[in-house]
């Protein structure tokens, strides 16, 4: 089996400058609005979050070729991951305690699409369908 090494790029550092970009325009609107308790508090943690998800999507994706199954089951389980966490965020900010409500919901629904594509990844007769019928 060969090991593909993989080397990064200026295109590569394009999210990371896009991530930055955001967090720099929030901080100035922020500024404009007197409202640097929020933007440390608030607004920087959830560009974190989010910047931080999408890179590793970014790499996990870009890196190791998968399928659309994969794919699709992957994003699912992040887009879940981000919610949870950006309502750690408004938690930890509006009342200085984490307590999970309809986050958990959202998680819940993500992970319950989640198995089922796993399953269908896992079973090839299943994978097979799902690739005839959705022509994957």
Same mark, same amino acid.
């Given at each position: ?18 991530? $930055? $970009? ?8 922020? #500024? ?27 790499? #996990? ?19 879940? #991951?981000?919610?949870?966490? &950006? ?25 319950? &699409? ?8 896992? #079973? ?13």
């Amino acid at each position: 089996a060969t090991t593909e090494i993989y080397t990064l790029s200026l295109h590569d550092a394009l999210p990371i400058l896009d991530i $930055a $970009a955001v967090a720099l325009y929030v901080y100035l609107i922020s #500024v404009d609005l007197n409202g640097g308790d929020w933007y440390l508090g608030l607004a920087a943690p959830i560009i974190l979050w989010g910047g931080a998800i999408l890179l590793l999507l970014g790499l #996990v994706l870009r890196v190791y070729r998968r399928s659309a199954l994969t794919t699709l089951t992957i994003l699912i389980g992040s887009i879940g #991951v981000f919610v949870f966490g &950006m309502e750690f965020f408004v938690d930890r900010w509006l009342h200085q305690l984490w307590s999970p409500s309809w986050s958990l919901v959202v998680l819940t629904i993500c992970i319950g &699409m989640v198995i089922p594509l796993i399953i269908i990844r896992r #079973v090839p007769a299943l994978r097979e369908e799902a690739r005839r019928r959705f022509h994957l």
